[in-house]
């Protein structure tokens, strides 16, 4: 039923909670984990180096690279496929159209929980997600870590 789950990260460890879902979901349907990383385009202000741009955005693709294959690694611990995705975009918008145009059953991802004028100000990438994708949503609520 769910062969292909899309688990889209930011980095962050409250996005990482949706991780163990995911996992066992596709342990349950013998499914493949498709990791998507959507890197927001560095802003070009005016008078910037282009070539400083270009290797700014060259070494966030490799540190992204290596942290998804982290990901991918420990993931693959537990006997599932993994592919890992890195595109450029709105998250939002790119997690949507990449989940209509590719295989995806299910849609696996953190909410922060956000309410209110922040989530009025900054926005969910979730919310919008959940409102946009042709496919089941896991909304995973994501519980902020002491330190």
Not at 102 to 114: A, K, L, Q
Not at 117 to 127: D, K
């Amino acid at each position: 039923m769910y062969k292909h789950i899309l688990l889209p990260l930011d980095g962050s460890p409250l996005a990482e909670q949706a991780l163990p879902h995911a996992i066992t979901i596709a342990k349950s349907f013998q499914s493949e984990i498709i990791i998507l990383r959507v890197l927001v385009p560095l802003p070009s202000p005016p008078m910037t180096n282009e070539a400083a741009l270009m290797r700014a955005e060259k070494a966030m693709g490799i540190f992204v690279r290596e942290y998804l294959g982290r990901i991918a690694a420990s993931v693959q611990e537990h006997g599932i496929t993994v592919q890992i995705i890195v595109i450029k975009g709105r998250p939002h918008m790119q997690i949507i159209q990449y989940a209509e145009t590719n295989p995806v059953d299910m849609i696996v991802m953190s909410t922060r929980g956000e309410s209110g004028l922040s989530r009025w100000l900054m926005g969910s990438v979730a919310e919008r997600v959940v409102r946009g994708a042709n496919v089941p949503v896991l909304m995973v609520r994501a519980q902020k870590q002491e330190l």
